[in-house]
C-alpha cells in the first residue's frame, strides 16, 4: 500500500497519510485543498482530509507512479 504525506490544515499542522487508491476526488476550497476519500461521514457524505498543499501539488502527488 502507498501512503502520500500531507500536512493537515488548520492549528495542529499535522502530518496526514493519504493512501492514493481511497481518493475519490480532490477540490480547492479557500487557500485549502480538501481531499475526499472514500469513505463516509456519519452524516452519509463523503469523509475529506483538508490540507495544507496546493491542489495541483496534492494531485501530482497523489498521481505519482
Request: proline share 2%; hydrophobic share 45%; glycine share 4%.
Amino acid at each position: 500500500m502507498k501512503l502520500v504525506e500531507f500536512t493537515k490544515a488548520g492549528a495542529s499542522k499535522a502530518k496526514v497519510y493519504i493512501n492514493p487508491d481511497q481518493v475519490a476526488y480532490v477540490r480547492t476550497v479557500g487557500n485549502q485543498t480538501h481531499i475526499f476519500i472514500s469513505a463516509f461521514s456519519a452524516e452519509g457524505k463523503l469523509a475529506h482530509v483538508a490540507v495544507n498543499e496546493k491542489t495541483s501539488i496534492v494531485v501530482a502527488s497523489l498521481t505519482k507512479n
